[in-house]
C-alpha cells in the first residue's frame, strides 16, 4: 500500500490550496483518514480527520478554514484549505488506516505519504 500526496505549493496570506492524498494497492477498505503538518523545528501535528462513514474532527487552529473530505471510490482524502496564514506553512502529511490483502487473508496497519510543502508567504 502506498499513499501520495500532492498539492502543495507556495501561496499567498489569504489565499488557498487544495491537498489530496490517493492510496493504491491491495486495498481491503480505509478506516481513518488524516492530515498531519510538520512546521520546521516543530513536532508533527494532527490537523483533521475523516471516518470512512464521512465522519470529520478538527482541531481548533483549523476549524472553520480548513475542510478535509474523502471520495472512497478513489481512495483518496482532500484538504482545502482556505484563508491560508504563515502559520500554516508547514509539510502535510497524509495518513491512513489501511485493511489490506495479504495471501489468502485481511491484515489492518498504518500507512503514511510522503508529504507535500505548504508555504504560505508574500
Request: one cysteine or more; a positive charge; proline letters at 1%.
Amino acid at each position: 500500500v502506498q499513499l501520495q500526496a500532492s498539492g502543495g505549493g507556495l501561496v499567498q496570506p489569504g489565499g488557498s490550496l487544495r491537498l489530496s492524498c490517493q492510496a493504491s494497492g491491495s486495498i481491503f477498505k480505509i478506516n481513518d483518514m488524516n492530515w498531519y503538518r510538520q512546521a520546521l523545528g516543530k513536532q508533527r501535528e494532527l490537523v483533521a480527520t475523516i471516518t470512512s462513514g464521512g465522519s470529520t474532527n478538527y482541531t481548533d487552529f483549523v476549524e472553520g478554514r480548513f475542510t478535509i473530505s474523502r471520495d472512497n471510490a478513489k481512495n483518496t482524502v482532500y484538504l482545502q484549505m482556505n484563508d491560508l496564514t504563515s502559520e500554516d506553512t508547514a509539510v502535510y502529511y497524509c495518513k491512513a488506516d489501511v485493511l489490506f490483502v495479504q495471501g489468502i487473508g485481511v491484515r489492518r496497519d498504518n500507512y503514511w505519504g510522503r508529504g507535500t510543502l505548504v508555504t504560505v508567504s508574500s
